[in-house]
Every structure is written in C-alpha cells, then in structure tokens.
C-alpha cells in the first residue's frame, strides 16, 4: 500500500518510525530486533535511511576521470526488502541526490519496483565530498525537486533512455518539509514555497525534520497550507535521552531545543535524562493529537525502549 493511503486512518494513533542501516559490515539481526519491537504497535510504515557515497575522482595519465565511492552504511534497499518481507510492514527507502548519479537512481527505483515496494522519500542528501571533475555536471539530480521529478517522471513510463513499451513505476513520493526552515533557506517564505515546487513535482506527502517546539510546526503547517500546499504534514519526533544532544542535535539539525526542556536536563542527573525525554514527547504527542494530528512519526538511532514507551503509553489514553 501506498503512505497516502495508509494515512487514512481514524481511531488510535498512527505512528511511523525511522530507522538507520547498519555500518558496513554490520549485522542485520540488530535491525530486524528493533522492527520486531515495533510490529506490536501496528506502524503503518517504517522509513529506512539512505547515506551518501563518499565520492570522488581521480585524474588518470590518458586524460580521464576514475570513480572511486565508498558508502559507510549501504544496504538500504535490502533491509526494506527484507523488513517488508518478514514483518509484512511497508517501507520507505530513502533515495538520496548526493553522491548518487541519475542512472543510478532510476536502477535503484528499478529495483525497487521489481521488489513491489512502492513508497520512496526523496532527498537531497548531506554534502558527501561528492566531487567533480566539470563544472556543470548533469549526471546527478542536484536538488530533491529533481529526484522527485525523474521519479514522477518513470511513473509516466519515461525513462532516461528512450525505451520501447516501458512499463510505467507507480512509486508514492514523500519528500522533507522543515519546520525552522532549511538552514540553507534565506527565510522561512522562501523555503516553504520551494517545499511546494517538490508537492507541485509530483510529491504526495510530506514528513517535518524532528522539532521539539510544537508551536514552530504548527506555524509551518499553517504557511503550507496558505501557498495552496494540499498534500498531508507528519509531525517528526525524537526523543531526547542524552545530554549531549543539547549540542549535537542543533549543530546537526539546525534546530532550536525549547529553553524549558534544555534547562530541565540540563539540570538533570544523567540517568533521568531520558525520563524527561519521554515526558516531553508524551506531552507534544498528546498536544498533536488533541489538535487533529493522527499521524506522529518518530525518529529512531538504536534506543526503541523509549520510543515504544511513548506510543504504549498513548495507545492506553486512546
């Protein structure tokens, strides 16, 4: 099923997850124990991240160019297939533009078709050193509005290629809305109007970077809404379980920590940190909820207990 069909729902919350592949090398058992953890609560979908290739190229003596990449955590197209056949759960690849060339990413939407998994969230990816020998280089999507344009692009059975009775895709796209605008973003007008060039593309939902502040996504949802931004808003939520994160979730995400809830685990014992977190999160899911929020989608590392204690917790309030 498609994420815009599976968001149709009434009664109890509906809460999806995101979860990170393991490093190169890694097991997969360890992923697989975290989706099991969450199959009792009914996701209706579980995103599984993507990350950039480390890129680069290497001038040879004949005047050429050689590709070298190296990807610290591949896998993701596997670990989708391997999720939606064990658990029956739908996932969500994430395609990203960075480090990835067009061909590359019409085979992986190639084969993700092949593996019947119709939902892909299109990024454009952190800066991954993918460099370049030409100043002009049209080998790659440079901005996700392009990555969600060639996929609408295969959905109308165009391909890169001119190929004979090409079977179109039928691929339901999400793409990133920000709350505290994109920090590339000049202002938060701008970023919201090219938040619709993505709807406009071909785009069917959208899922918010993590916030902590429910009024900065409200705000946000209120100004889709007023550029004509039809397509349905998930909330993106994490829980706070460290200290530490005071400082690496705004300096990664640029986003901003509520002075209440930094000044509460600031002044916290280490092992209470994440109590507070829990609470905090209940309290925005509650909040989200009560305001017609049916659809909460949680951001998840490798700590499920405290995420799994938020959504039990709701499902006793349902």
Not at 37 to 66: C, N
Not at 281 to 298: E, P, R, V
Request: contains cysteine; aromatic residues 8%; negative net charge.
């Amino acid at each position: 099923m498609k994420v815009v069909d599976l968001l149709k729902t009434d009664g109890a919350p509906s809460i999806s997850y995101e979860i990170v592949p393991p490093r190169r090398g890694g097991s997969i058992q360890d992923i697989l124990e975290i989706v099991e953890g969450l199959k009792e609560y009914d996701p209706p979908f579980v995103d599984v991240t993507s990350h950039s290739a480390q890129v680069y190229y290497e001038e040879q003596q004949d005047g050429s160019w050689r590709r070298h990449i190296k990807r610290k955590r591949p896998g993701t197209l596997g670990l989708c297939a391997a999720i939606q056949g064990k658990f029956g759960i739908q996932t969500v690849p994430h395609l990203l533009c960075k480090g990835f060339t067009r061909e590359e990413s019409e085979d992986a939407l190639i084969e993700l078709n092949y593996l019947g998994i119709q939902n892909v969230m299109a990024l454009r990816g952190d800066d991954s050193g993918y460099a370049k020998p030409i100043a002009h280089d049209r080998t790659r999507n440079e901005y996700a509005v392009d990555l969600v344009k060639q996929i609408d692009d295969m959905n109308k059975g165009h391909y890169l290629e001119q190929l004979i009775d090409a079977a179109p895709t039928d691929f339901c796209v999400g793409v990133a809305g920000y709350p505290e605008k994109h920090f590339e973003a000049p202002n938060i007008t701008w970023d919201v109007l090219n938040l619709k060039n993505k709807v406009d593309a071909g785009a069917g939902y959208i899922t918010s970077q993590m916030f902590f502040d429910n009024d900065a996504f409200l705000g946000f949802e209120t100004r889709c809404r007023e550029v004509g931004i039809t397509v349905p808003i998930i909330p993106g939520l994490k829980i706070l379980t460290s200290k530490r994160q005071l400082k690496t979730l705004p300096s990664r995400f640029h986003l901003h920590i509520p002075e209440a809830l930094a000044a509460e685990i600031e002044s916290a014992r280490d092992e209470d940190v994440p109590e507070i977190g829990i609470r905090w999160a209940l309290k925005q899911c509650q909040d989200l909820l009560d305001k017609g929020h049916n659809n909460l989608h949680f951001y998840i590392i490798q700590t499920p207990q405290h995420v799994s204690r938020v959504v039990s917790s709701l499902r006793k309030l349902a």
